[in-house]
């Protein structure tokens, strides 16, 4: 004999395993990065710097996520699982192997290479802002493709 709560034990048991399966696709993703236009005539190490609002782009320290590899080929491909909602990624072609931005004769302007994503570059007003660099997760699913500009 069924009783009047068994309908609602089951339509409950249905909505709270739907919103777990939802937020766990929601929060996770995998996140592919291309990075090219690689000088491979300069030493050194690629590095792929994942942001949330936080420090981005200047301090590495707040990166959520880092990984790096030799600069030894045209065109390098990245991993990353990711949890954040939304993110900015910064490419630093570091030649002289010491994690930050070297600068020019300026001191103010890049000497070594740099990529943002959404094509953001460094310009006459500084660094890219993050509400312009920023990825969705259905960005994502796609992969980013970003190019190395050097100065």
Request: proline share 5%; hydrophobic share 40%.
């Amino acid at each position: 004999m069924k009783t009047p709560l068994t309908p609602l034990i089951s339509i409950t048991t249905i909505v709270l395993w739907s919103l777990m399966m939802f937020t766990n696709n929601a929060l996770a993703a995998e996140l592919t990065i291309n990075v090219d236009n690689i000088d491979t005539k300069r030493s050194g190490n690629i590095l792929v710097m994942l942001f949330s609002s936080r420090g981005f782009p200047k301090r590495h320290d707040q990166a959520l996520a880092i990984q790096s590899s030799k600069a030894n080929a045209s065109q390098l491909t990245f991993h990353f699982d990711t949890v954040e909602g939304e993110l900015a990624v910064k490419i630093l072609h570091d030649e002289n192997g010491d994690g930050k931005v070297g600068k020019n004769w300026t001191g103010i302007y890049p000497a070594e290479g740099l990529g943002f994503s959404n094509g953001q570059r460094v310009g006459f007003t500084g660094p890219p802002k993050y509400h312009k660099s920023k990825v969705s997760p259905a960005q994502f699913r796609e992969g980013l493709t970003i190019s190395i500009i050097y100065p």
